[in-house]
């Protein structure tokens, strides 16, 4: 994690009003959080820090691609991403960080950490399902028709065994209607 101390954004010098802070986040990032789902990763971070009397306000927004594999074909492809977050930070007592969205620092405290902030914001913002653009406009015919023809096909005589019921079972389901 000492490798995240760019993220650190001091404030304790900063003037009142805002402030903007650009990040361009590869694959050593998320090496850092030990999180190797992705392939490739190119997204540039903006951070805008309005600087206030009592608090302050960051303004996250992110837009670049990650390089995933297809759910459906397996191809890798580079998926377009994009997210927003706002994130206001006071000062308190103690640290606490339980509310997504709110953020309280010791008074003492003379900057922030914004590295997990974006972590969050980038894996949030890639869909659970991801889809090959070209599965669906078609123009992976080829790897769709390989899969249909691996698809197990249903049998017909499977089918009609399951439809006759055994006699045997009618006449223990009769018993049950003649009490």
């Not at 090496?31 to 490739?40: P, R, S, T, V």
């Not at 007592?93 to 003379?110: A, K, S, T, W």
């Not at 969050?120 to 992976?140: A, F, M, Q, Y």
């Not at 769709?144 to 019921?165: T, Y």
Request: hydrophobic content about 35%.
């Amino acid at each position: 994690m000492n490798d995240l101390k760019e993220y650190l954004i001091p404030f304790v010098g900063l003037k009142i009003g805002k402030h903007q802070f650009d990040y361009q986040i590869d694959n050593t990032f998320f090496k850092n959080f030990d999180y190797d789902e992705y392939n490739a990763v190119s997204v540039k971070v903006d951070i805008v820090l309005e600087k206030k009397s009592t608090m302050l306000e960051l303004d996250f927004k992110h837009k670049g691609t990650v390089n995933v594999p297809c759910d459906v074909s397996g191809e890798e492809f580079d998926l377009p991403i994009k997210g927003k977050l706002k994130l206001l930070v006071k000062f308190g007592d103690v640290f606490n960080d339980e509310n997504e969205e709110l953020l309280i620092l010791p008074h003492g405290e003379f900057q922030v950490n914004v590295a997990q902030y974006i972590y969050e914001s980038i894996i949030l913002s890639v869909p659970l399902r991801r889809v090959h653009p070209g599965v669906k406009d078609g123009s992976l015919s080829d790897v769709i028709e390989k899969l249909e023809s691996l698809s197990p096909k249903e049998n017909k005589k499977e089918e009609q065994q399951n439809n006759d019921i055994d006699p045997r079972w009618e006449n223990l389901k009769k018993l049950l209607t003649d009490k």
